[in-house]
């Protein structure tokens, strides 16, 4: 199951590895965890965004995506990353915690995530520059 899980975040990972916190050259934070968001937007920011897996309304999914994310990543890529996300793990349910990290190159900062499903917990880390608020990047991985 959690093979089917990875292959659904493949298209999601692979279309903002590049953007998303810049081109990683490893796991090693660069940088410092400064955002331009606070902890209260991030927070909304990402709750907003898990409630849209739930509706399935990819706008409000994608509000606060750059343009890049927006052109990778379309409406119909979305419904199938969540037809999978709903159908493995439930409805999502609540933030269990939001954490700020340095991104994994200069200038980014990464916001993680532990969101609450019906079925189990998925881990979401959502990719900014340092001053943006716009997300470079969205990568899920699955929790145990």
Known sequence: MKTK????????TLAVLAAACGAPSGDTPQGEAV???TQQEA?????????????GDYATWSR?????????????DFQEYRNGVTAQYGRYLSLESVEILPGLSEGYVRWVSIANFEKGKIKFTFGLLNEGRQIKGIFPEAME
């Open 43 to 55: 927070t909304t920011m990402i709750d907003s965004a898990l409630q849209a897996l739930n509706t």
């Open 35 to 37: 955002s331009a968001l």
């Open 5 to 12: 899980f990875t292959s659904l975040f493949v298209l999601l």
């Open 64 to 76: 606060n995506w750059d343009g890049d994310m927006k052109a990778a990543i379309k409406e119909a």
